[in-house]
């Protein structure tokens, strides 16, 4: 037992459950709906052109930090063979097997800790797919990879597609216009390594509720690429984009200056 990690984790759980229902509401999109069609995906083109590069024909899959499923439901429907989903949201995993009941796709969602993910899946996944605001949650990357590379398959690739940590520097913009006078000053350091405190994780609707403190934490691209690293996993490829996937930096993609996405691509020796 990590007595740190756990100490943020099981906060974070009560934060990421009080979420759950309020996204429901406010996403944009009605996922029941969008899943009742055959081949549904929500991937965007980077991330569909790197997975279909693995091919995804007969390829177990496991997402880490699911969330909904509603990524790892997509790429069961652009091909992969089945998909497992690990979250510690009771609440968002509820909601993963109810769309992919909808979606028919073979999909399994494991509500855990990832720090508790079992021996049992050790050495079982062609694929570990991590996306878009999964490694913020994650107090020791040491420790994380370590058990991304323990559930993958000797060959098998990790996928990793997320916020640039430059975007720690610059402003998050709810209404995605860049903020009036902006004069660009760090909101963070690069190299912070205090606890970030935050409440309130509706970033679709951005409603204000009763919101648990969560708690993130901050790494820089080097801390991740050696973590991968050093959980023996070869790395293949590292590629930074100008585009927004946190929907709060529409303002910094349009002046095109910034990093504020990477996929990172490796292989399990
Ligand atoms: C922003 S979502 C990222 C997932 C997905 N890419 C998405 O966009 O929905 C972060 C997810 O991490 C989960 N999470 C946070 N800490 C975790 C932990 N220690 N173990 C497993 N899941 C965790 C939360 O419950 C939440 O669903």
Not at 165 to 183: C, D, K, N, R
Not at 186 to 209: A, H, M, V
Request: glycine fraction near 10%; charge should be negative; hydrophobic fraction near 35%.
């Amino acid at each position: 037992m990590n007595e740190g990690w756990k100490k943020y984790s099981e906060a974070n759980r009560t934060a990421w459950n009080e979420a759950a229902p309020i996204h429901r509401k406010t996403r944009p999109v009605d996922l029941n709906e969008f899943f009742s069609k055959p081949g549904a995906s929500l991937l965007d083109p980077v991330e569909t052109g790197i997975l279909k590069s693995f091919g995804l024909d007969g390829k177990t899959v496991a997402q880490l930090c699911c969330n909904n499923g509603r990524d790892l439901i997509s790429i069961v429907n652009i091909g992969a063979k089945s998909g497992t989903g690990f979250d510690i949201s009771d609440g968002f995993i509820e909601e993963a097997r109810e769309l992919a009941k909808t979606a028919r796709a073979d999909c399994e969602f494991v509500r855990t800790d990832i720090l508790d993910i079992g021996h049992e899946y050790d050495n079982r996944f062609d694929i570990v797919y991590i996306s878009i605001g999964a490694l913020a949650w994650m107090p020791d990357l040491e420790v994380f990879f370590g058990i991304a590379a323990r559930i993958m398959r000797p060959g098998g690739n990790l996928f990793i597609y997320e916020h640039h940590p430059m975007t720690y520097l610059i402003p998050f913009e709810e209404s995605g216009f860049a903020p009036e006078g902006l004069v660009l000053k760090p909101e963070y350091s690069y190299f912070n390594k205090q606890t970030i405190e935050g409440r309130g994780l509706d970033y679709f609707g951005f409603t204000e509720y009763g919101a648990s403190k969560n708690f993130e934490f901050q790494h820089t691209l080097g801390e991740i690429v050696n973590s991968v690293i050093g959980a023996g996993i070869e790395l293949c490829e590292l590629k930074e984009y100008p585009h927004d996937i946190a929907n709060g930096f529409k303002w910094a993609e349009e002046m095109g200056k910034f990093p504020l996405s990477y996929t990172l691509t490796g292989r399990k020796k």
